[in-house]
């Protein structure tokens, strides 16, 4: 149990590093083309800003995460892996654009402070929280025999075949059928 839970501060730890370099090329390039020159490359588009920032950021961390964070983790496909961390990175990103969009247009409060308080300060917690949740479920799998989960909770079975000369495991996931592709 002990062994579990320090694994799990490992995890985090190594997330939030990962995180806190994302948070940087975010916050950094938002307010850049938010604030930078007179006026602003997007002074008047927060919220294009802010889609542009975190996915320039969100190349970054898929990159932190796949090769420190979760490296000793089996990958299960790089097309897989890349579509589910853009997926629920963008979920995590509407999650910041909403408490933007409601600070800065409801709530009528559009100074660089309150902008940056909504994106990057709420909107970055809730967000951080749903990630990491998220990416250790569904993208990152510990084992790749663990019984896996789709987007709406369905179990996905996985054959996995061994190559008795390399040694190594490849998987494949049958259809809805229960086939498996050819």
């Given at each position: 149990?002990?062994?579990?839970?320090?694994?799990?501060?490992?995890?985090?730890?190594?997330?939030g590093?990962?995180?806190?370099?994302?948070?940087?090329?975010?916050v950094?390039?938002?307010?850049?083309?938010?604030?930078?020159?007179d006026?602003?490359?997007?002074?008047?588009?927060?919220?294009?800003?802010?889609?542009?920032?975190?996915?320039?950021?969100?190349?970054?961390?898929?990159?932190?995460?796949?090769?420190?964070?979760?490296?000793?983790?089996?990958?299960?496909?790089?097309?897989r892996?890349?579509?589910?961390?853009?997926?629920?990175?963008?979920?995590?990103?509407?999650?910041?654009?909403?408490?933007?969009?409601?600070?800065?247009?409801?709530?009528?409060?559009?100074?660089?402070?309150?902008?940056?308080?909504?994106?990057?300060?709420?909107?970055?917690?809730?967000?951080?929280?749903?990630?990491?949740?998220?990416?250790?479920?569904?993208?990152?799998?510990?084992?790749?025999?663990?019984?896996?989960?789709?987007?709406?909770?369905?179990?996905?079975?996985?054959?996995?075949?061994?190559?008795?000369?390399?040694?190594?495991?490849?998987?494949?996931?049958?259809?809805?059928?229960?086939?498996?592709?050819?």
């Open positions: 149990m002990l062994d579990r839970l320090l694994g799990l501060v490992r995890e985090a730890a190594k997330f590093v990962v995180g806190a370099v994302g948070f940087i090329v975010d950094g390039l938002f307010n850049l083309l938010r604030f930078a020159g006026p602003g490359v997007l002074e008047h588009k927060p919220l294009t800003a802010k889609a542009i920032s975190v996915t320039v950021a969100t190349i970054v961390t898929y990159l932190g995460n796949r090769h420190w964070t979760w490296a000793e983790r089996e990958r299960t496909g790089a097309r892996e890349v579509t589910l961390f853009f997926v629920l990175n963008g979920i995590g990103m509407a999650i910041s654009l909403g408490c933007l969009a409601i600070s800065h247009y409801v709530l009528d409060l559009r100074s660089p402070l309150a902008d940056n308080l909504s994106a990057n300060g709420v909107g970055l917690i809730l967000g951080m929280t749903f990630r990491f949740w998220s990416y250790r479920t569904f993208v990152f799998r510990k084992h790749p025999d663990e019984h896996a989960l789709d987007l709406v909770g369905h179990l996905v079975e996985e054959d996995l075949h061994e190559d008795h000369d390399t040694g190594r495991t490849s998987s494949s996931v049958p259809s809805r059928s229960g086939r498996s592709p050819t």
